[in-house]
């Protein structure tokens, strides 16, 4: 006789995307990809993990209440706080100018940890936007998703900085399914040349292979879209990087959770900081 599904198993897929410059347009990747996902009827929720500069309220026109301090500090759970954007996606709002969320505890941790596996019970895709940089923070939260995205664009800075997120990752979890954004470029020739670099890069060095998820277009309608509070796909849904942000939505919608549950959220620390056990894509054309 075949069992059910546990029902408090949610299926979500966890995607942390980061970048190791800052610069490149990583949030607004988030809001655009989250956008395209709920277009295709599914559940979405965006983490603002930026937890002393979070700005995906700001991006959205959007004034949240609450914040993730307020949860952090036991104040607050992550559903009193959690704002409606656009479509449906459910925001978890970062706070901003608080500085001592840039280090976060073990109690921290645990808190949030909580908070996302009672939040993910209703979702289907879970996008974390974290900070720019190699702070331990963002690796930490890079490590416990399921999938890593990371942006980057043509520019020689930005490309190192990729290769350099890649490097420490690989070298913490060699197992670690790395994926590759290349935004704001000009031609499919110049992303895949971009692309190109780091998967050679990593394969002679680190012997890993990428995963393309494609590019986005460099394209003035995104600009508008910021100064205007709007994801480009509703602003100006006809443009080139509207376009690909459809394309990008839609080869994400694909993917499945790993391990099966797809609960391997936030890694949970116990007093002393050790660790506790708890719970392809072609280009843009």
Same mark, same amino acid.
């Given at each position: 006789m075949? %069992?059910?599904?546990? $029902? $408090? %198993?949610? !299926? =979500?897929?966890? &995607?942390? =995307?980061?970048?190791?410059?800052?610069? *490149?347009?990583?949030? #607004?990747? *988030?809001? #655009?990809?989250?956008?395209?996902?709920?277009? &295709? !009827? #599914? !559940? =979405?929720?965006?983490?603002?993990?930026?937890?002393?500069?979070? #700005? *995906?309220?700001?991006?959205?026109?959007?004034?949240?209440?609450?914040?993730?301090?307020? *949860?952090?500090?036991?104040d607050r759970t992550i559903e009193e706080i959690v704002v409606e954007g656009p479509h449906g996606v459910r925001i978890v709002p970062a706070s901003s100018g608080l500085r001592q969320l840039t280090a976060l505890t073990s109690q921290h941790w645990r808190r949030l940890s909580d908070g996302l596996v009672s939040l993910a019970e209703d979702l289907d895709f879970l996008l974390i936007d974290t900070a720019a940089g190699i702070s331990d923070n963002v690796i930490e939260l890079l490590l416990t998703s399921e999938r890593v995205l990371i942006v980057t664009s043509p520019e020689p800075t930005a490309v190192v900085d990729a290769y350099a997120m890649v490097k420490i990752l690989t070298a913490t979890d060699p197992t670690a399914e790395i994926g590759v954004l290349v935004n704001g470029v000009r031609d499919t020739s110049e992303a895949d040349l971009v692309f190109r670099q780091l998967d050679v890069a990593a394969g002679r060095f680190l012997h890993r292979q990428l995963r393309y998820y494609g590019f986005v277009t460099n394209d003035p309608a995104v600009r508008d879209s910021v100064i205007v509070q709007r994801p480009v796909m509703d602003h100006m849904p006809q443009s080139p990087a509207s376009r690909c942000f459809r394309i990008l939505a839609?080869?994400?919608?694909?993917?499945?959770?790993?391990?099966?549950s797809g609960l391997r959220l936030v890694r949970r620390l116990g007093p002393a900081g050790e660790e506790e056990s708890g719970t392809e894509a072609p280009q843009c054309a």
């Amino acid at each position: 006789m075949s %069992t059910s599904p546990d $029902r $408090r %198993t949610p !299926r =979500v897929v966890t &995607l942390a =995307v980061t970048s190791g410059k800052g610069g *490149v347009g990583k949030t #607004n990747v *988030v809001v #655009n990809l989250a956008v395209g996902l709920a277009r &295709l !009827r #599914n !559940r =979405v929720a965006i983490l603002d993990a930026d937890f002393g500069l979070g #700005n *995906v309220d700001v991006l959205l026109g959007l004034a949240p209440e609450g914040h993730l301090g307020h *949860v952090l500090a036991g104040d607050r759970t992550i559903e009193e706080i959690v704002v409606e954007g656009p479509h449906g996606v459910r925001i978890v709002p970062a706070s901003s100018g608080l500085r001592q969320l840039t280090a976060l505890t073990s109690q921290h941790w645990r808190r949030l940890s909580d908070g996302l596996v009672s939040l993910a019970e209703d979702l289907d895709f879970l996008l974390i936007d974290t900070a720019a940089g190699i702070s331990d923070n963002v690796i930490e939260l890079l490590l416990t998703s399921e999938r890593v995205l990371i942006v980057t664009s043509p520019e020689p800075t930005a490309v190192v900085d990729a290769y350099a997120m890649v490097k420490i990752l690989t070298a913490t979890d060699p197992t670690a399914e790395i994926g590759v954004l290349v935004n704001g470029v000009r031609d499919t020739s110049e992303a895949d040349l971009v692309f190109r670099q780091l998967d050679v890069a990593a394969g002679r060095f680190l012997h890993r292979q990428l995963r393309y998820y494609g590019f986005v277009t460099n394209d003035p309608a995104v600009r508008d879209s910021v100064i205007v509070q709007r994801p480009v796909m509703d602003h100006m849904p006809q443009s080139p990087a509207s376009r690909c942000f459809r394309i990008l939505a839609s080869r994400i919608a694909g993917l499945s959770p790993l391990g099966g549950s797809g609960l391997r959220l936030v890694r949970r620390l116990g007093p002393a900081g050790e660790e506790e056990s708890g719970t392809e894509a072609p280009q843009c054309a």
